[in-house]
Nanobody, 120 residues
């Protein structure tokens, strides 16, 4: 099985910065992509940023220019650097990865999430 574990969430003041980490472990053949999603209370889960194995990145419009996704392939870890944080960024942030296991198909896996709270 594949496990994804997020870390780095917490309380930060508006305008501050935070870096989230997500490490993948288990019987992984390869990782096609890793992404960050978030879900605020009463709202739909939304994609924040994605990074493919080829190095291509994509961001939601509201996060573009403030957030940066990166990876450390040796550690199977993806990061989300969040700058100029706003109260509306408050949400549970989830890590997602498309993983191939044992020569099978690409399947999505999810972490359990880490809370980010932006408040003065």
């Amino acid at each position: 099985q594949v496990q994804l574990v997020e870390s780095g969430g917490g309380l930060v003041q508006p305008g501050g910065s935070l870096r989230l980490s997500c490490s993948a472990s288990g019987s992984i053949d390869s990782i096609l992509s890793m992404s960050w999603f978030r879900q605020a209370p009463g709202k739909q889960r939304e994609r924040v940023a994605s990074l493919t194995s080829g190095g291509s990145t994509s961001y939601a419009d509201s996060m573009k220019g403030r957030f940066t996704i990166s990876r450390d392939n040796a550690k199977n870890t993806v990061y989300l650097q969040m700058n100029s944080l706003k109260p509306e960024d408050t949400a549970v942030y989830y890590c997602n990865a498309y993983v191939r296991v044992g020569g099978g198909p690409w399947n999505p896996y999810w972490g359990r999430g880490t809370q980010v709270t932006v408040s003065s």
